[in-house]
């Protein structure tokens, strides 16, 4: 039984870690990588336009702090009454149009 290509999470985890990850908006570039298999610059313009701000913003450690705050898509330091886990990831299934497995599993037990 084959385990894929051993390469296919690493690349786009080398370039998205340099965005700074959750930090920025890494994590949800990677995302659209490897649900889409966007080349990464047209992941970041489907991103920023989802964030409905700039591609160079994407990076902006501060600006996305704001923007993961008001978007309820989760931050590295969360604080109580902000989304995590979860919850953040069903808010960014639904934000960037795509399906998470967990979030899908988790809502079809729920149901």
């Given amino acids: 039984m084959g385990t894929g290509d051993p390469a296919g999470v690493a690349i786009p985890h080398a370039i998205t870690s340099g965005m700074g990850g959750i930090r920025t908006a890494g ?12 080349k990464i610059a047209e992941a970041k313009k489907y991103v920023a336009d989802k964030l409905g701000i700039s591609v160079l913003e994407l990076a902006d450690e501060v600006r996305m702090r704001e923007v993961r705050e008001d978007l309820k898509i989760g931050f590295i330091t969360s604080r109580g009454g902000h989304p995590k886990g979860m919850e953040a990831k069903h808010h960014i299934a639904r934000l960037l149009d795509i399906d998470i497995n967990s979030v899908d599993v988790f809502q079809a037990r729920c149901l």
Avoid: I, K
Wanted: avoid cysteine; aromatic fraction near 0%.
């Fill in 27 to 38: 994590d949800l570039v990677a995302r659209m990588q490897m649900t889409r298999g966007m």
